[in-house]
């Protein structure tokens, strides 16, 4: 079942342009292997053919899942972010309160994620375990480690 997620104009952007990227571009390529793999002849025995179908179903299948979830993306006015609370798009600083490890995290949607950017998707466990929080709130997040504390320094967009 698809559910709306909410994008960045850039990560909205970069949507739409794999969904181009991958039909425009890389369906061509794959439907002339087809039929160069049809040339070579008997398609029950012929390797290539087999490879090129496998690839398109991928492909295909991809492209249908990015269109379904572009159906269901909607665009937030960065702008209008409210900061009093965690909400998707924040920006936070927590603070690890065992160990005193400081981090900020901004929450974003699942495709828009990237862990080397300091971005997590909304659906992870500790974004889902800092919304609604607000400032000096102390999170309870599971953990592989266990459930770890974070207390919430500071929220931005």
Known sequence: MSQTAYYTEEGLQNLKDEIYQLEHVERPKVSAQIGAAIDLGDLSE?????????????MEAKISDLKNKLAYARLIDESQVDTSKVLALSKVKIKNVKNGFEVSYTLVAE??????LK??????PIAKGLLGKVVGDIAEINTPAGVTEFKILEITR
């Open 119 to 124: 971005k997590i998707s909304i659906e992870s």
């Open 46 to 58: 012929n390797a290539e053919y087999h490879a090129a179908k496998e690839v398109q179903g991928i």
């Open 111 to 116: 495709n828009e994620a990237d862990l080397k």
